[in-house]
């Protein structure tokens, strides 16, 4: 099914094809699974293991080293082979446990627990979400605990609940928000009471009817007497990163009498109810995986650690040579070109694209043609911005574009001259952050 992306400020149109299909269930358990330390922005974890341990299913096996890091369980049950680099599904290098499955399962299978978090204290749900690694993937991925305590120190938190995409190609967060949505309100249940928010505020998009409705006795059930607000946003591209939930924050508290935010997605909600209710760990991440050059498209549950080859053998393999592996969508994702990378925490989509759809091409020198400056969300020059980048230049101005990047990646679909604009922007603030330009 072809769908339309509108750009929020050109209102230029592009075209994918979307993923017809529901959650297929469980993908194969990977014969040897690749575990990476470090499944989000910030530190990896210290590993507690070494080769040739056995590991049961869930296990603790490295420890978060820092308040920027999570901690990373065995998603599988087996025997630690090795520790090596291999490429991330972010495009970087990174460590990973390789673990051999073997040995009983402890925890699928088994009857889930259903814990009563309501007489749990706000210390005991931020513990049990640290001590099962929890991370949010609302934009980048971050450690969630440090994000609660944050907002929590700045007073009257909002938690603010995204039930779309950030980027709509990647159809995950979309279609958990159709399937589970009574598991994502209890996770912002018990997020909400971690933070003891003042409100929640959900946010659809592009709907004519809101389908996420909550009955009264729910919301006093599950919120007491929080505020709990809905609100739509118009389906055009960006809309749901941060910058655009600031507006529509505002928007819903024109009073301007609420405090901090929190900003959470559907896969972040599911990951605490599983954690609190469920007693588990992250294991694994539910995986829209689509494109022409494969042969069936599928929406699957799939362990962390299962290298990206195996996810397209369960999809039936290639129906045609693969031209690129996109990695979280076409418009904000990344290309990665080996098939061991691991499905991480942080993984939501993968587009196998054909020659067809993906024509190989080469970057060349920018035409000035605008386009990209039309384009872009925030206003700023993206070219610009790259040159100065390029040149070492980081007047206040050029810093202050890097930062105010929304990392949409729009610039870079209309660019005529196929300069990779928001991956070369991205770098620099990263970069920045890490205190290497001033
Ligand atoms: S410069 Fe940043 S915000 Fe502007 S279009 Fe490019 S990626 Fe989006
Ligand atoms: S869209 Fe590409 S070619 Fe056009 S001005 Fe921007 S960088 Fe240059």
Redesign the pocket.
């Known amino acids: 099914m072809t769908q339309t992306i509108q750009f929020r400020k050109s209102r230029e149109m592009i075209t994918y094809e979307a993923l017809n299909a529901v959650i297929t269930g469980n993908a194969f358990l990977p014969s040897i699974s690749l575990v990476p330390l470090l499944q989000h922005r910030g530190s990896p974890a210290n590993p507690l293991v070494a080769p040739g341990e056995q590991v049961r299913e869930g296990q603790l096996i490295a420890r978060g080293s820092s308040s920027d890091s999570a901690h990373i369980h065995s998603p599988i049950p087996g025997i630690i082979q090795k520790f090596k680099t291999v490429p991330q599904p972010d495009g970087s290098m990174g460590v990973v446990a390789v673990i051999r499955l073997s040995g009983a399962f402890d925890i699928l299978g088994k009857k889930q627990e259903q814990n009563n978090w309501r007489y749990s204290s706000e210390r005991e749900i931020t513990g049990i979400l640290e001590d099962k690694g929890v991370i949010c993937t609302f934009e980048h991925p971050d450690p969630l605990v440090p994000l609660i305590r944050a907002a929590k120190k700045k007073g009257r938190p909002v938690l603010v609940v995204r039930l779309f995409d950030l980027d709509p190609t990647c159809q995950t967060d979309s279609m958990l928000a159709e399937q589970y949505f009574s598991i994502i309100l209890e996770g912002a249940a018990i997020i909400a009471r971690a933070l003891d928010a003042s409100a929640v505020l959900f946010v659809y998009s592009g709907k004519e009817k809101n389908q996420f409705t909550i009955s009264a006795d729910i919301s006093s059930e599950l919120f007491h007497k929080r505020k709990i607000l809905f609100r739509r946003v118009e389906a055009r591209y960006p809309s749901g990163n941060t910058g655009c939930f600031n507006e529509i924050y505002g928007a819903a508290f024109p009073d301007g009498k609420t405090g901090s935010t929190l900003f959470i997605d559907p896969v972040t909600a599911i990951s605490v109810w599983e954690a609190v209710v469920q007693n588990k760990p992250i294991l694994y991440r539910y995986i829209s995986v689509s494109g022409h050059a494969l042969k069936k498209p599928a929406f699957l549950k799939v362990r962390i650690g299962t290298p990206i080859g195996d996810v397209i053998e369960e999809c039936g393999g290639f129906k045609a040579d693969p031209a690129r592996i996109i990695v979280n969508g076409l418009l904000t994702g990344t290309s990665v070109y080996d098939l061991d990378t691991p499905v991480t925490k942080y993984t939501k989509s993968l587009h196998i694209m054909d020659n067809e759809s993906c024509p190989s091409y080469s970057v060349?020198?920018?035409?000035?043609?605008?386009?990209?400056?039309q384009?872009c969300p925030v206003s700023i020059d993206?070219?610009k911005t790259?040159a100065n980048i390029r040149k070492g230049i980081f007047s206040p101005k050029t810093i202050s574009d890097i930062r105010t990047c929304q990392n949409c990646g729009c610039?870079v679909i209309?660019?005529?001259?196929?300069?990779p604009?928001h991956h070369i922007i991205s770098e620099a603030e990263s970069r920045m952050q890490k205190g290497e330009y001033k």
């Open positions: 060349n020198n920018c035409i000035h043609c605008g386009r990209c400056v384009v993206p070219y790259v610039c209309v660019c005529p001259s196929r300069i604009m």
